[in-house]
């Protein structure tokens, strides 16, 4: 895989990127430390939760002006993929809607109409023109969208500071674990 990643090099010498100056040569940027990781992974958490579309540019400044793991603030935008997106977004939804007090449609069976010829447009929308047709889309995510903006916004924050206090706390069983495998070998030796 790294094959086909750029290296630190190649970022560093990319005229596009020479304005950032000193600044690319941070080395949290490039190097994996347990505090440079976890910022980056509690970053693409947090973009891979509230942003559908371009999370890994997103991700990968917010790790370039928080000093955090690049490669890995990339990498962990990937929590929401074309797999996860229904089950995420499901789940926001509800969250939001217990939040604000309405529980809306629990299944997709149960949606309003007009929301699947929102995304399909229907015949009968075409006869009344395209205005009707984007005011019945307004609507309806206008509807959809504050309980399933504010579940996203919840979710991503509160995913985001588990997933660095979870990074935290597996590279520290993981270097204790490494040192107390010597210890061991000596011992029943």
Do not use: C
Not at 3 to 31: D, Q, V, Y
Not at 124 to 134: P, T
């Amino acid at each position: 895989m790294r094959r086909f990643l750029p290296t630190e090099e190649s970022i560093k010498a990319n005229r596009f990127l020479r304005w950032l100056g000193p600044r690319l040569h941070e080395p949290g940027l490039w190097h994996l430390n347990r505090r440079a990781v976890a910022r980056g992974v509690a970053i693409g958490v947090f973009f891979g939760f509230m942003i559908p579309v371009a999370q890994i540019p997103a991700a990968a400044i917010g790790a370039f002006f928080a000093r955090a793991n690049l490669l890995v603030s990339a990498i962990a935008t990937l929590v929401s993929n074309p797999f996860t997106y229904a089950p995420i977004y499901y789940a926001a939804y509800r969250l939001g809607g217990f939040l604000l007090g309405h529980a809306g449609p629990a299944t997709a069976a149960d949606l309003d109409p007009a929301l699947v010829h929102a995304v399909t447009p229907a015949l009968e929308h075409a006869a009344s023109g395209i205005g009707a047709w984007l005011s019945d889309v307004w609507t309806q995510m206008a509807a959809y969208g504050k309980p399933l903006f504010l579940g996203l916004g919840i979710m991503a924050v509160t995913l985001s500071i588990v997933s660095y206090f979870g990074t935290l706390f597996v590279w520290r069983m993981a270097v204790l674990i490494k040192r107390r495998r010597p210890q061991r070998l000596r011992a029943g030796a």
